[in-house]
């Protein structure tokens, strides 16, 4: 077990980053399959409005995972969670978000935030 995880932190690894179309930093993280690591967080909420990655590879994963903590640090993604001043409360469950955060989240403009809060309003 110990040489086969060795052998996991020695491959290549990438840290990657995810933008939306403003530019703004959504999330960063590592991976040695950058392209099915990143499709996995198709799940998020917040994943529909990335609209460019960023890749920098590293020689090993050791390399990608400090300098993934140096990034979260310095640049403050806004949905990395650990690393970024949130303390993890030890379940790996995802919070669950109200209708009122959902609709700040995702409504594409203020009008229809202001649509969406009075037809789901909590």
Same mark, same amino acid.
């Given at each position: 077990?110990?040489?086969?995880?060795?052998?996991?932190?020695?491959?290549?690894?990438?840290?990657?980053?995810?933008?939306?179309?403003? *530019?703004?930093?959504?999330?960063? *993280?590592?991976?040695?399959?950058?392209?099915?690591?990143?499709?996995?967080?198709?799940?998020?909420? %917040?994943?529909?409005?990335?609209?460019?990655?960023?890749?920098? %590879?590293?020689?090993?994963?050791?390399?990608?995972?400090?300098?993934?903590?140096?990034?979260?640090?310095?640049?403050?993604?806004?949905?990395?969670?650990?690393?970024? *001043?949130?303390?993890?409360? *030890?379940?790996?469950?995802?919070?669950?978000?109200?209708?009122?955060?959902?609709?700040?989240?995702?409504?594409?403009?203020?009008?229809?935030?202001?649509? %969406?809060?009075?037809?789901?309003?909590?």
């Amino acid at each position: 077990m110990h040489s086969r995880n060795h052998a996991y932190r020695l491959k290549p690894c990438a840290l990657y980053r995810l933008f939306n179309n403003a *530019g703004d930093l959504l999330y960063i *993280g590592v991976a040695s399959n950058a392209l099915a690591r990143v499709g996995a967080h198709d799940a998020c909420v %917040w994943f529909r409005s990335v609209s460019r990655v960023d890749l920098q %590879w590293f020689e090993h994963r050791n390399a990608a995972e400090a300098a993934e903590r140096a990034a979260i640090a310095k640049e403050k993604p806004r949905h990395n969670k650990v690393g970024n *001043g949130w303390k993890h409360p *030890g379940s790996r469950r995802p919070r669950l978000h109200s209708i009122s955060e959902l609709i700040e989240m995702q409504a594409p403009d203020a009008a229809m935030r202001e649509v %969406w809060k009075r037809i789901y309003a909590d």
